[in-house]
Each structure stands twice: as structure tokens, then as C-alpha cells.
């Protein structure tokens, strides 16, 4: 499989997760809203459609903690775009549409999605959909991580909802008491069809107007998911088929004990001997649905803070050697050219840098990281180099106008020593006035050299923290933000469009 460079010239995009596109769904998905996004980043010049991982989420709404790093996210499943086919009614969607007068919680949103593609499911089934041509196809083309998940999804119903650990030993190859088993791994096979069928639509139709697409991979994956249940050995896992370590960071500036992540750790030397196998699959998965994939923790590939199941804190965690070149190098003679961007975010150190550079593959820079007092800071607009995708913030940090105007420590100078800046150092870094400020910052992300520069949506809009994502650490209200129907105007389109005409960043 042979890729091209995909930032080979000066092109700038936007940072939004579809389910906070609007809409009258509990979540954005991939119907009407998502085509009409489309056009309207190709109207304000925009070449790049950046999103989060678009795999199941846990009950809070994350995707970064999934079923499966495989599957697509079923609540991204357009249900008009159902009703338009004739597998569900347009009484079944007022039937089953959630009240719109304050915040929905992901799991009540997929509790009433899922009854709906439950519906259409049967509908798919008595028309004779199962023995559909394309239906089929998929099925077998996908069949390498579709048949795990979908066993795995049947057996977590089975076993009402239990964590694989806790089911019998012989529930991989030994059908449970469950009258609906079967029927339920067709359904799973039928859910996973549905979106590969959406997103082509949506990814084919951006394509043909000059918009890509940039997913997202996490390093780790959920402890509780197909991926490790299906292939235990690829994992640090003990005798009760839970972590002997755990994945994490440790301490730093921000996070005195550290960071426990809670995900398993990878067996790479099991992976190794494999020749990265799963990874080549995971890989070649996400890369027919993207053109360009942001890869996180790229430290992690380097070298990975391991801590003991035991452990009391983080901090007890120790850095063990990734598996570096012999990694890459196994994806680049699978894949060819490597169309990620490394997250090379923090303190990463000289190790890290050379992996990147070895693959030739673009670290990121984030502006609102630009103030440590020093001049060399790399996050500084005049220090970007080229091979680089800016951002004025990712989806873990507030808005521009969030944290200008916020309580963020930097800007209190309450950091520790050589961390304090003011935000009159700020302006003048970026220019304009404060109540401007995510303009000014999205001027010097567009001015930078970085090949590709790429804005959230809500620094776009002129939001507050009111719009921010993710709060990392805190465990609730976090991946529920909508865009409001309308924010994103002709005038917005127009200001977006000069700027980006003036930068050298829009299409020829």
C-alpha cells in the first residue's frame, strides 16, 4: 500500500469532532450537517478536516477509552440517512427522539440510538439485506478485527455487561446459553456496515471538493475491549488476565505524582515477533479512512513509563525502551510512506525527535505552549519549523479565549519558576486586542512556516470555555460540546478565507 506525502504543500485545517457538528440527534453524525461542514471548510479554504478517534466511546463519552480501536462509533450512524433508505420510518425517528431541554449523557444518546439501528437491523434482515452483495464484502473484507469484535460485543451482552475477564474461560470459542447470540453478532457485523457505508459516502464527497480527512490514534487501548480480549498475548497481563503494569506519565511540572492511565501495557517483544502484525492491521484500517493520522504519545514508541500493578503512585513507574525503528520500519514496508503527524507534545527529550525525524514525519505545535520566558521556546510562532502542524490549542486545552481571559496558571503566574508570563507578553507575541485574541492566534498559526496549520472550530467561532472539550482529570461534562446551528456564517467563512488566501495556505 503506497502513500503519498499528504503535507507536502502549505495547507491549514479544522479541528472538530463530527458528533459536535448540530443537528436534532442527541450527537452530530454523519448525515446532512456533516456534507454541509464539508462545503463549508472548502468555502472558507480550508483543506484539512481534523477529528478525534472515531471508535465506540465508554459511558462518558470518550473516545479515547473504546470497545475496539477497530470499530466505527455507532452514534456517528446517520438514523435520517436510514429512514431516507427505508430501513426505519419516520415515526420510529419521533418516536425514539430524545427531549432537547438540557444535556443528554452519552450512554441515555446510545441507548436510543441503538434501538433505532436495532429497528432498522430487523428491517435490513426481513428484506434480505444479510444476503446483500455489499453486505457480504464488507464482512469478509473486514473480517480480520470484525469477527472478534462482534463475538466480543455478543458475549459482553450475553454477560450483562461484565468486563471479559470475569466470563468463562471458554466463552472465546464456546457459545454462551443466549437464544440471541448469533442474531447479536450479525447485528454488531450490520452496525459496523452501516457507518463503513456513511463515512465512504462523507469521506468520497470531501474528497471530490479538496478536503482530507486527519484521524487520530491512540497509543494505548482500553483494558476491557476486543483488542486485548481477542489477543491477550500481545499485552502484559497476569494470571487473572489483568495488568501486571499499567501505562501512565511521570511527574512532572503539572502532575506531581504523575499520571495513571489505567490501559495495559503492550508485549512488544510478542509484537515484534509477529512483525507488528495487529499494528499493520490497525494501521491499514485507519488509514483507508483517513488521509492523515495523528499518532499520540509518540514518546510512548520511544520509551513508555510502565507502572507495577502494585504500585501506590504513578511516581513508582520507571521508563522501559519502546520498540523505536523496527516499529516504523515494519508499518513503512506495509504501508509505504507514513502519513502521521507525531504528537511530540512535553518533554520529550533528543531520542524522541530522532525517531521522528528518522521517518520524516511532522512533530505539532501549540501555541497556547508558547510561554515558558524562554526564547527558544519551540512553540514560540518564529521558532516553528517546517515539517510541523501548528494549532492554537488541541482538544484537552481551553479555547484561545478561554485561556487569555481564563484562570489558566500560565497566565496568573501562579507556574513554577520559569514558567510565569503575563498577558500582556501575549499580546504581544500574537498582536490585536484581548477581546481578539483567538484571531491573533490564529493569524500566527497561519503565518508560521509549519506545513499545515489546524484551528478548533471553536477558536474559529470566538468561543469561551464554555466550548472547551476535554478537561483532562476530570471525569464527567467533558466530549458533550455542540456547535450551535447557524454559528458558522458567511461572515466567519469570508474572514477564514481571506486569511487563509493571505498565508499562501488555500488551494490552488
Keep these: 500500500m503506497n502513500q503519498e506525502n499528504p503535507f507536502h504543500a ?17 450527537f452530530g453524525d454523519l448525515g446532512d450537517k456533516a456534507f454541509e461542514f464539508v462545503d463549508q471548510l472548502a468555502s472558507s479554504g480550508q483543506s484539512w478536516w481534523q477529528m478525534l478517534p472515531v471508535c465506540p466511546t465508554d459511558e462518558t463519552g470518550s473516545p479515547y477509552v473504546s470497545s475496539s480501536t477497530f470499530a466505527g462509533n455507532p452514534l456517528l450512524i446517520s438514523l435520517e440517512r436510514l429512514a ?37 437491523f430487523e428491517t435490513f434482515s426481513n428484506d434480505g439485506g444479510a444476503r446483500d452483495a455489499a453486505f457480504t ?68 464527497y470531501a474528497a471530490g471538493i479538496g478536503v482530507s480527512f486527519i484521524g487520530d490514534i491512540p497509543i494505548y487501548v482500553a483494558h476491557d475491549s476486543a483488542d486485548v480480549w481477542a489477543r491477550t498475548h500481545l499485552f502484559e497481563l497476569d494470571e487473572s488476565r489483568r495488568p501486571s503494569a499499567y501505562a501512565g506519565a511521570p511527574p512532572d511540572y503539572f502532575n506531581e505524582d504523575g499520571q495513571h492511565w489505567g490501559n495495559p501495557l503492550y508485549d512488544w517483544a510478542a509484537h ?19 488521509d492523515a493520522l495523528r499518532l499520540d504519545h509518540f514518546i510512548g514508541f520511544a520509551r513508555f513509563w510502565a507502572i507495577p500493578a502494585d504500585a501506590e503512585s ?40 530522532a525517531l521522528r525525524d528518522r521517518f520524516g514525519l511532522p512533530g505539532m505545535r501549540v501555541l497556547q505552549f508558547a510561554f515558558d520566558g524562554s526564547p527558544d521556546n519551540p512553540h514560540l510562532p518564529h521558532n516553528i519549523p517546517e515539517n510541523t502542524v501548528v494549532y492554537t490549542g488541541t482538544h484537552d486545552n481551553d479555547t484561545a479565549l478561554g485561556w487569555f481571559h481564563g484562570a489558566d496558571p500560565i ?47 471553536q477558536d474559529v467561532l470566538g468561543l469561551g470555555n464554555e466550548g472547551r472539550m476535554n478537561r483532562p482529570g476530570v471525569p464527567q461534562g467533558n466530549w458533550v460540546w455542540r456547535m450551535r446551528e447557524g454559528a458558522w456564517n458567511g461572515e466567519i467563512q469570508e474572514r477564514l478565507l481571506g486569511l487563509t488566501q493571505r498565508s499562501g495556505r488555500a488551494p490552488e
Design 272 to 290: 515484534s515477533d509477529e512483525n507488528f502484525a495487529w499494528w499493520k492491521m490497525r494501521m491499514a484500517v485507519n488509514v483507508s479512512r483517513f
Design 10 to 26: 502549505r495547507k491549514s485545517g479544522i479541528l472538530l469532532h463530527p458528533t459536535s457538528l448540530p443537528g436534532d440527534a442527541a
Design 411 to 457: 497566565l496568573r503566574n501562579e507556574t513554577p519558576a520559569g514558567f510565569a508570563i503575563s498577558r500582556a507578553t501575549a499580546l504581544r507575541t500574537f498582536g490585536g486586542e484581548p477581546e481578539d485574541i483567538n484571531w491573533s492566534m490564529i493569524r500566527a498559526a497561519m503565518k508560521s512556516r509549519a506545513a499545515l496549520a489546524v484551528i478548533p472550530a
Design 84 to 120: 431516507e433508505e427505508g430501513l426505519l420510518s419516520p415515526e420510529d425517528l419521533e418516536n425514539h427522539r430524545l427531549p432537547d431541554d438540557g444535556d443528554i449523557e452519552p450512554a441515555q444518546a446510545l441507548k436510543a440510538h441503538e434501538s433505532l439501528l436495532a429497528e432498522a
Design 314 to 353: 504513578p511516581r513508582e513507574g520507571a521508563w522501559r525502551e519502546g520498540p523505536g525503528e523496527a516499529f516504523f520500519g515494519a508499518l513503512e514496508e506495509e504501508l509505504g510512506y507514513l502519513p502521521l503527524i507525531a504528537e511530540d507534545l512535553g518533554s520529550v527529550g533528543d531520542d524522541v525527535h
Design 137 to 204: 464484502a464488507f464482512c469478509e473484507a473486514q473480517a480480520g478485527w470484525l469477527a472478534d469484535y462482534a463475538r466480543f460485543r455478543a458475549l459482553k451482552r450475553a454477560f450483562g455487561g461484565a468486563p471479559w475477564w470475569e466470563w468463562p474461560e471458554d466463552a472465546r470459542h464456546k457459545n454462551p446459553d443466549d437464544p440471541d447470540f448469533d442474531k447479536n453478532i450479525r447485528y454488531a457485523h450490520f452496525e459496523q456496515f452501516l457507518f463503513d457505508r456513511q463515512w465512504r459516502a462523507l469521506k468520497d
